[in-house]
């Protein structure tokens, strides 16, 4: 080091001293690594060298002329302590000689810099101590590793750590190493290493350890290592403590932190960050792709209110294991709540690989799961999005996935979509759609439109349906096709359908008075299936029917198909509570699902409606005639009233009424017209 300051530099031959007689002691002194310092019998400093510059911390020509401070005489190698001007301490061993100078008698001194040696030693003691206290008090197995013969001395509590008795662990350094466990190995060696070779300040590591039993324990090891003038490691002394039970512990509180508890699959955090890992592969590599599939159990929620959550829990997972079953080993899926599992595809070539799974998946799904000696049928729904798009955040991604997955479940279950843009947008466009509902209902925008329903006996009007208009602001009269599936999806159609059936019991009451109907005159009100599994949906009617004191025996409930199929048990129980309130119910758009005569016959209806596709077909297509005179015996043979919907042409009429069909309802009656219009067709009379 001191060779790379050059002579001409340092103030000692820069000083207008005469040069010294001796060059060679001059140069001796210039280069030599302890500081020295050439002291005239008066103690007055007359050389400093460049060692001596680092250790003062000053200047030679701040040195040159000071009285040194420091005893010359006396014992051989004292110590002293030099502090510095910028408070540092330092610590330094003196050697002195008396010798000539330029011709004069002075002290040579020799100051070595031991600094770093002592702290170490200072703290060696401090930690010895601490150690020693620290191991009485927590139970430490101690360890001295003498490095120069390599062995360790290892305490009696150390052994009895691992299950050991005191002779039954040597002192080879493999005693230690052997038992630790291999995933850790290497990353304590690497630490032992680094501390020996002084990269470290301290040694302390935690790793598994192998106890007599075979059984892992976790412990923490600490040491220090004791080192020569040279800083070579020596020694090297610690401890070992068992923290077995924090690390359990800790392992719980991760897991909990990232896995699901009821699946034990990965949760919505963990998910998202595997995730943030593949998209910054995808940004990396131009030839990594990746895929994210959204599933959603179809029906989770009926198997929940029909079986109870510890059932459905049970069928999630069984699902769980399913799905873990369909991927291969590096893809992963994870629980994100409720019934909703999302799965990473990593490294797929194409979309090809991503819809493949999502057939595997939908077909492992598809098998009866049996939960509590019941067979429960499910489907899945899958949405897909793939890294191609371009994706700034894992829940972007999500997000699309899930925006996918609803569009495969409006497609009807079971089937999986792929996002694109146009879904995007639409997703957005719903949103919107949803903020202008939540406002319609507040503000009055919906109203009720009636279309009548014509008793094909008589040709007059024996009742009408009521029918939700949303009057919007912008988009103006929109009908309930383009909301109504929204207003389930959020809820809506609760607010939704009390007000309508307040009001259409309101206005029908209203014409019962005005007007003096001869016959029984019915109002239809539909109900959807979100409705329908209310819990509270006949307390909510009751109510309704009191508050506008309408005769429950004159409204007719309107239920599709595929509600009552979906669920009968449940639909048979909440069908009888409802006519035991007094009111009639009727099956809507009948012929277009899954039916069951077996419970049909069971439940008590009183109405079916032939779905208007089996009535528009005839007159052009003769196949459909013979259908819908099929869908009309079976119901008059249930005994059930037959209404024809969407009735348009006078043809249609005559077979509806061949095939004696009760009713009738359709445009070459009326459209669906407001109250007004519906109070005017009611005063003057049906005009066919
Ligand atoms: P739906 O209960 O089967 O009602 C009959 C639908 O057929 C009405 O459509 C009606 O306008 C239409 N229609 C009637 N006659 C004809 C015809 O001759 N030709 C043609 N092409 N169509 C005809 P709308 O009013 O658009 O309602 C559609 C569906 O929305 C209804 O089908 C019903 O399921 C649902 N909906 C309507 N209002 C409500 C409501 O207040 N609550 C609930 N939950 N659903 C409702
Ligand atoms: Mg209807
Ligand atoms: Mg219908």
């Given at each position: 080091?001191?060779?790379?300051?050059?002579?001409?530099?340092?103030?000692?031959?820069?000083?207008?001293?005469?040069?010294?007689?001796?060059?060679?002691?001059?140069?001796?002194?210039?280069?030599?690594?302890?500081?020295?310092?050439?002291?005239?019998?008066?103690?007055?400093?007359?050389?400093?060298?460049?060692?001596?510059?680092?250790?003062?911390?000053?200047?030679?020509?701040?040195?040159?002329?000071?009285?040194?401070?420091?005893?010359?005489?006396?014992?051989?190698t004292p110590e002293i302590d030099v502090r510095?001007?910028?408070g540092e301490l330092a610590v330094a061993e003196?050697?002195?000689?008396?010798?000539?100078?330029?011709?004069?008698?002075?002290?040579?001194?020799?100051?070595r810099d031991i600094t770093a040696r002592a702290r170490a030693e200072e703290a060696l003691r401090e930690s010895e101590e601490r150690y020693a206290l620290a191991a009485r008090a927590a139970n430490d197995g101690l360890f001295d590793w003498d490095v120069s013969i390599n062995r360790v001395y290892y305490s009696p509590r150390w052994k009895t750590m691992l299950?050991y008795?005191e002779?039954?662990i040597?002192d080879?350094p493999?005693e230690w190493f052997?038992?630790?466990?291999?995933?850790?190995?290497?990353?304590v060696?690497?630490a032992v290493a680094a501390h020996i070779d002084g990269l470290t300040s301290h040694f302390e590591n935690e790793y598994?350890i192998?106890?007599?039993?075979?059984?892992?324990r976790w412990v923490l090891c600490r040491g220090l290592a004791v080192r020569d003038p040279l800083g070579r490691a020596t020694r090297m002394a610690g401890s070992q403590s068992d923290v077995t039970h924090r690390k359990?512990?800790?392992?719980?509180?991760?897991?909990?932190?990232?896995?699901?508890?009821?699946?034990?699959?990965?949760?919505?955090?963990?998910?998202?960050?595997?995730?943030?890992?593949?998209?910054?592969?995808?940004?990396?590599?131009?030839?990594?792709?990746?895929?994210?599939?959204?599933?959603?159990?179809?029906?989770?929620?009926?198997?929940?209110?029909?079986?109870?959550?510890?059932?459905?829990?049970?069928?999630?997972?069984?699902?769980?294991?399913?799905?873990?079953?369909?991927?291969?080993?590096?893809?992963?899926?994870?629980?994100?709540?409720?019934?909703?599992?999302?799965?990473?595809?990593?490294?797929?070539?194409?979309?090809?690989?991503?819809?493949?799974?999502?057939?595997?998946?939908?077909?492992?799904?598809?098998?009866?799961?049996?939960?509590?000696?019941?067979?429960?049928?499910?489907?899945?729904?899958?949405?897909?999005?793939?890294?191609?798009?371009?994706?700034?955040?894992?829940?972007?991604?999500?997000?699309?996935?899930?925006?996918?997955?609803?569009?495969?479940?409006?497609?009807?279950?079971?089937?999986?979509?792929?996002?694109?843009?146009?879904?995007?947008?639409?997703?957005?466009?719903?949103?919107?759609?949803?903020?202008?509902?939540?406002?319609?209902?507040?503000?009055?925008?919906?109203?009720?439109?009636?279309?009548?329903?014509?008793?094909?006996?008589?040709?007059?009007?024996?009742?009408?349906?009521?029918?939700?208009?949303?009057?919007?602001?912008?988009?103006?009269?929109?009908?309930?096709?383009?909301?109504?599936?929204?207003?389930?999806?959020?809820?809506?159609?609760?607010?939704?359908?009390?007000?309508?059936?307040?009001?259409?019991?309101?206005?029908?009451?209203?014409?019962?008075?005005?007007?003096?109907?001869?016959?029984?005159?019915?109002?239809?009100?539909?109900?959807?299936?979100?409705?329908?599994?209310?819990?509270?949906?006949?307390?909510?009617?009751?109510?309704?029917?009191?508050?506008?004191?309408?005769?429950?025996?004159?409204?007719?409930?309107?239920?599709?198909?595929?509600?009552?199929?979906?669920?009968?048990?449940?639909?048979?129980?909440?069908?009888?509570?409802?006519?035991?309130?007094?009111?009639?119910?009727?099956?809507?758009?009948?012929?277009?699902?899954?039916?069951?005569?077996?419970?049909?016959?069971?439940?008590?209806?009183?109405?079916?409606?032939?779905?208007?596709?089996?009535?528009?077909?005839?007159?052009?297509?003769?196949?459909?005639?013979?259908?819908?005179?099929?869908?009309?015996?079976?119901?008059?043979?249930?005994?059930?009233?037959?209404?024809?919907?969407?009735?348009?042409?006078?043809?249609?009429?005559?077979?509806?009424?061949?095939?004696?069909?009760?009713?009738?309802?359709?445009?070459?009656?009326?459209?669906?017209?407001?109250?007004?219009?519906?109070?005017?067709?009611?005063?003057?009379?049906?005009?066919?």
């Open positions: 080091m001191n060779d790379s300051t050059g002579e001409g530099s340092t103030p000692f031959l820069r000083s207008n001293e005469p040069r010294p007689p001796d060059g060679r002691l001059e140069t001796i002194i210039h280069r030599d690594a302890n500081a020295a310092l050439v002291v005239s019998l008066q103690g007055m400093i007359r050389h400093a060298n460049p060692s001596a510059e680092r250790l003062f911390g000053r200047a030679a020509s701040e040195l040159v002329g000071r009285a040194v401070g420091i005893p010359l005489h006396g014992a051989d510095r001007p910028d003196l050697f002195s000689l008396e010798t000539v100078w330029s011709g004069e008698t002075v002290f040579l001194i020799s100051l299950g008795d002779d039954e040597g080879s493999e052997s038992r630790v466990h291999a995933e850790d190995l290497d990353r060696r690497a598994r192998r106890h007599k039993t075979g059984a892992w359990l512990a800790e392992q719980q509180l991760n897991h909990r932190a990232f896995y699901d508890p009821l699946t034990n699959l990965p949760n919505r955090a963990l998910f998202i960050d595997r995730l943030r890992h593949a998209m910054r592969r995808a940004q990396r590599r131009k030839d990594y792709q990746f895929a994210v599939l959204f599933l959603d159990i179809d029906r989770f929620k009926t198997v929940n209110d029909s079986l109870g959550h510890m059932a459905g829990d049970r069928l999630l997972v069984m699902a769980a294991r399913r799905l873990e079953l369909s991927l291969r080993p590096g893809d992963s899926v994870a629980r994100l709540g409720g019934d909703e599992f999302t799965v990473l595809l990593e490294d797929i070539r194409d979309e090809s690989d991503a819809t493949r799974v999502a057939d595997r998946i939908q077909r492992e799904l598809v098998t009866p799961f049996d939960i509590n000696g019941h067979e429960i049928v499910t489907s899945v729904s899958i949405g897909i999005a793939r890294s191609s798009t371009g994706y700034e955040n894992p829940e972007d991604i999500l997000r699309d996935a899930d925006t996918a997955m609803y569009r495969a479940k409006a497609a009807g279950r079971a089937k999986y979509a792929i996002f694109d843009t146009a879904m995007h947008e639409r997703a957005v466009a719903l949103l919107t759609m949803e903020a202008d509902l939540r406002r319609a209902i507040e503000r009055t925008e919906l109203t009720v439109y009636y279309q009548p329903i014509v008793s094909l006996d008589s040709g007059r009007i024996s009742g009408v349906e009521a029918l939700v208009r949303w009057n919007h602001p912008q988009r103006g009269l929109v009908r309930p096709n383009d909301f109504i599936p929204l207003a389930e999806e959020t809820g809506l159609i609760v607010p939704i359908g009390r007000f309508v059936l307040a009001e259409a019991c309101r206005h029908v009451g209203a014409w019962r008075e005005e007007f003096d109907f001869r016959d029984n005159f019915a109002l239809h009100v539909n109900l959807s299936g979100r409705q329908f599994s209310q819990a509270d949906l006949v307390g909510q009617i009751r109510s309704t029917l009191d508050e506008t004191g309408f005769q429950p025996g004159d409204l007719r409930l309107e239920i599709t198909e595929s509600v009552v199929m979906e669920r009968p048990e449940n639909a048979r129980a909440m069908l009888l509570q409802l006519r035991e309130l007094g009111v009639r119910l009727s099956i809507d758009d009948f012929g277009t699902g899954y039916s069951s005569l077996a419970y049909l016959q069971r439940f008590p209806i009183d109405t079916l409606k032939i779905d208007r596709s089996f009535v528009s077909g005839i007159g052009t297509k003769g196949e459909n005639s013979e259908i819908a005179r099929t869908i009309i015996d079976i119901g008059h043979n249930l005994g059930m009233v037959v209404v024809a919907e969407g009735v348009e042409t006078l043809e249609q009429l005559a077979q509806m009424r061949a095939m004696r069909c009760e009713s009738a309802q359709g445009y070459l009656f009326s459209k669906p017209v407001d109250v007004d219009a519906t109070r005017a067709l009611l005063r003057h009379g049906p005009t066919w």
